[in-house]
């Protein structure tokens, strides 16, 4: 992993729009600035309807209305899930996921009160394993979120969950370096996949890790691991878990 590497992501999977009302751009927005940032792909992931200002479910279930591709970009209609409980229950089932081509799960403080570690990593597992749709846990690293790593990325690699390094959670100091770096080699023992996203809530954010790329050079982290590195990647897993072919055009 290089820091000269200008942009070594080619699809961000982590994304929200001002339909999460703390978002601050439109879909047209993060498009235009993804396609400035040099990305080909990315996944708009509102949050689901635990969060105090989420949208409606219709926006989930209308969310096929947008573009596959915008601006010269693969737009991915997906959904940042909440995990509800340590039992690993998420707020997004059945038809709810219609039309959703990508799902990152993730605890927030509004819906899920943090517990111990061994509460905590469990509410991570169950939905790992419980949820068949989910494609990402999310932002993990989170500190009052405390967890066993180690644990969740051998969960991870078992049921094929992809984990995340969260820009956005470390510049903004929701999660600490050093927490990154434990993931990171926890991932890197079980050959754990990863995705590097910015769950930006600007549109001026969209494709760019300067830290998380830092945190990934002094973990010595292989970029064989880092699966948004390639979009072709991308786009195959999710063509062949939800039966979706991309137009070329």
Same mark, same amino acid.
């Given at each position: 992993?290089?820091?000269?590497?200008?942009?070594?992501?080619?699809?961000?999977?982590?994304?929200?729009?001002?339909?999460?009302?703390?978002?601050?751009?439109?879909?047209?927005?993060?498009?235009?600035?993804?396609?400035?940032?040099?990305?080909?792909?990315?996944?708009?992931?509102?949050?689901?309807?635990?969060?105090?200002?989420?949208?409606?479910?219709?926006?989930?279930?209308?969310? $096929?209305?947008?573009?596959?591709?915008?601006?010269?970009?693969?737009?991915?209609?997906? @959904?940042?899930?909440? &995990?509800?409980?340590?039992?690993?229950?998420?707020?997004?089932?059945?038809?709810?996921?219609?039309?959703?081509?990508?799902?990152?799960?993730?605890?927030?403080?509004?819906?899920?009160?943090?517990?111990?570690?061994?509460?905590?990593?469990?509410?991570?597992?169950?939905?790992?394993?419980?949820?068949?749709?989910?494609?990402?846990?999310?932002?993990?690293?989170?500190?009052?979120?405390?967890?066993?790593?180690?644990?969740?990325? $051998?969960?991870?690699?078992?049921?094929? @969950?992809?984990?995340?390094?969260?820009?956005?959670? @470390?510049?903004?100091?929701? $999660?600490?370096?050093?927490?990154?770096?434990?993931?990171?080699?926890?991932?890197?023992?079980?050959?754990?996949?990863?995705?590097?996203?910015?769950?930006?809530?600007?549109?001026?954010? &969209?494709?760019?890790?300067?830290? $998380?790329?830092?945190?990934?050079?002094?973990?010595?982290?292989?970029?064989?691991?880092?699966?948004?590195?390639?979009?072709?990647?991308?786009?195959?897993? @999710?063509?062949?878990?939800?039966?979706?072919?991309?137009?070329?055009?």
């Amino acid at each position: 992993m290089k820091t000269s590497d200008k942009l070594f992501i080619e699809a961000d999977l982590h994304c929200h729009s001002l339909a999460s009302s703390h978002a601050y751009s439109t879909v047209m927005e993060m498009a235009a600035e993804a396609a400035k940032a040099g990305l080909k792909a990315f996944a708009l992931t509102d949050h689901a309807m635990d969060m105090p200002d989420s949208p409606h479910v219709w926006h989930f279930h209308n969310i $096929s209305v947008i573009p596959q591709k915008i601006d010269g970009v693969i737009v991915l209609r997906g @959904v940042e899930a909440n &995990i509800r409980n340590f039992q690993g229950e998420i707020d997004m089932q059945g038809s709810d996921l219609d039309g959703i081509q990508w799902v990152v799960a993730s605890c927030h403080l509004p819906v899920i009160k943090p517990g111990t570690v061994e509460e905590n990593t469990n509410a991570y597992i169950n939905a790992i394993k419980n949820n068949p749709a989910i494609d990402v846990i999310g932002h993990c690293t989170a500190s009052r979120y405390p967890v066993d790593f180690k644990k969740i990325a $051998s969960a991870c690699k078992e049921y094929g @969950v992809l984990v995340e390094i969260n820009e956005s959670s @470390v510049q903004f100091k929701r $999660s600490t370096a050093e927490s990154c770096i434990e993931l990171l080699n926890a991932c890197k023992k079980y050959q754990t996949p990863i995705v590097v996203n910015t769950d930006c809530h600007y549109a001026g954010i &969209i494709g760019r890790t300067d830290v $998380s790329q830092v945190l990934l050079e002094a973990a010595d982290f292989p970029d064989e691991l880092i699966f948004n590195r390639d979009v072709q990647k991308v786009l195959e897993y @999710v063509s062949k878990k939800r039966n979706i072919i991309f137009s070329e055009d």
